[in-house]
């Protein structure tokens, strides 16, 4: 079966960081897109950053140079740091599979807040 | 950045109606258009990939359609578990963009 777990969302300070992983199985999550979308809360979706083609990667202005998109192939594990967070970065966050985006995470959500 | 806006924003229905929804595109992005449905504490489900495939497993009521920049979603006969958010998503270019989403719900 093809699925995605995500992980590591908490409660962080405004400034913090933090280090979401998305496990994937059923699929190796190194052959197709793989993005990160939040949606915060009672809003809508937001697309946050892309990892495709063993690498090149691709970020919006909203988090460009203060989110970082990664993965490890051994692990078939995605991954996104999370750096210099603001209250305004709160949102539950899905990892994806596909440009079309076929399968979804459950999210894991991450609150800033002092 | 493309914009995608959507029509309408909700729209209230019955159980057996038709349905459309509208996504336009701020430019041309080919027919690089997936439709989404969202239920409440749920997460997002591909109901239409290429503006107008429809994904497995999606019943045959959904359908998407292409006319240059603008696409549309339609329910054909209105079922009660489809009452949700329905989003567009373009992935033409990046950053990829969604539209605002359109509630539908109950008359």
């Known amino acids: 079966e093809v699925q995605l777990v995500e992980s590591g969302g908490g409660l962080v300070q405004p400034g913090g960081s933090l280090r979401l992983s998305c496990a994937a199985s059923?699929?190796?999550?190194?052959?197709?897109?793989m993005s990160w979308v939040r949606q915060a809360p009672g809003k809508g979706l937001e697309w946050i950053s892309v990892?495709?083609?063993?690498?090149?990667?691709y970020y919006p202005d909203s988090v460009k140079g203060r989110f970082t998109i990664s993965g490890d192939n051994s692990k078939n594990t995605l991954y996104l740091q999370l750096n210099s967070l603001r209250r305004e970065d709160t949102a539950l966050y899905y990892c994806?599979?596909?440009?079309?985006?076929?399968?979804w995470g459950q999210g894991t959500t991450v609150t800033v807040s002092s | 950045d493309i914009q995608m806006t959507q029509s309408p924003s909700s729209v209230s229905a019955s159980v057996g109606d038709r349905v459309t929804i509208t996504c336009r595109a701020s430019?041309?992005?080919?027919?690089?258009l997936a439709w989404y449905q969202q239920k409440p504490g749920k997460a997002p489900k591909l109901l239409i990939y290429?503006?107008?495939s429809l994904q497995s497993g999606v019943p045959s009521r959904f359908s998407g359609r292409r006319s240059g920049t603008d696409f549309t979603l339609t329910i054909s006969s209105l079922q009660p578990e489809d009452f949700a958010t329905y989003y567009c998503?373009?992935?033409?270019?990046?950053?990829?963009?969604f539209g605002q989403g359109t509630r539908v719900d109950i008359k």
């Open positions: 994806t599979k596909g440009a079309a985006m076929d399968v």
């Open positions: 059923g699929f190796s999550f190194s052959s197709d897109y």
């Open positions: 990892i495709y083609s063993g690498g090149s990667t």
């Open positions: 430019q041309d992005i080919n027919s690089w």
């Open positions: 290429a503006a107008s």
């Open positions: 998503q373009q992935a033409n270019s990046f950053p990829w963009t």
